[in-house]
């Protein structure tokens, strides 16, 4: 069965600081990983994903992550944090459901706070 | 310019009182889902439609039911809801039902259950 860990259920950096959240998977087939975030009181929105082609994946609001196979790892990066990055970060992977289609897996979530 | 749409966004009902939530899409995806989010936790799949097939998950309890009546439309009923029940629900969709899709969020419906 495949699923995602993210390590660090809350994170705070400074504004301008670098923001690094970890995920590592677990899958015994080449994954599809995505990063979603969560604002206070919203759904989820799609910030980047993992489709087996480049291995840097850059996505919206300047974040990028990195498929690194020999790590199990797909972290989620950002050079410098703004406040209006405060919010939930969910990784996933998606995996085989019972009836043959795919569902997602999502991991715990990771809090970022963004310090002024 | 809203791609999908929850209502109520805030829901209170009574314990044990049914209750529907609504989801409607104008992206025209052929998949829609349901989940459910407990507080600071992860979302947690309860079922999904394909076009009009309806894939319930092995672990969603029977309380809560779906229907779909068009591609746009989708309904979460929870028949009789208890306390444990009080969550974030959340829509989503997704153009077709394989591993690479990205799904799209609602702004989700919090229940609270008196």
């Known amino acids: 069965a495949q699923s995602v860990t993210q390590l660090g259920s809350h994170v705070s950096v400074s504004e301008g600081a670098l923001v690094l959240l970890r995920c590592n998977y677990s899958s015994s087939v080449p994954p599809y990983l995505f990063w979603y975030v969560q604002y206070p009181n919203q759904g989820l929105q799609l910030l980047l994903k993992?489709?087996?082609?480049?291995?840097l994946v850059k996505g919206i609001n300047g974040f990028e992550a990195e498929f690194k196979k020999s790590e199990t790892s797909f972290h989620l990066t950002k050079p410098s944090a703004h406040m209006s990055d405060a919010a939930e970060y969910f990784c996933?992977?998606?995996?085989?459901?019972?009836?043959?289609?795919?569902?997602?897996?999502f991991g715990a979530g990771t809090r970022l706070f963004v310090k002024a | 310019d809203a791609m999908v749409i929850q209502n109520p966004r805030y829901q209170v009902t009574q314990f044990g009182k049914p209750v529907t939530l609504s989801c409607s899409q104008t992206l025209n995806h052929n998949v829609m889902y349901w989940y459910q989010q407990k507080s600071s936790q992860a979302p947690k799949l309860l079922f999904h439609y394909y076009d009009k097939d309806f894939n319930n998950e092995a672990d969603t309890p029977d309380n809560f039911q779906s229907r779909r009546p068009n591609t746009s439309f989708c309904f979460l009923d929870i028949r009789s809801p208890g306390l444990g029940d009080a969550a974030m629900y959340l829509c989503?969709?997704?153009?077709?039902?394989?591993?690479?899709?990205?799904?799209?969020f609602g702004p989700g419906t919090r229940l609270l259950v008196l």
């Open positions: 993992y489709t087996s082609a480049a291995t």
């Open positions: 989503a969709t997704s153009r077709d039902w394989n591993s690479q899709e990205t799904q799209y």
């Open positions: 996933a992977v998606t995996t085989r459901g019972g009836t043959g289609g795919f569902k997602t897996i």
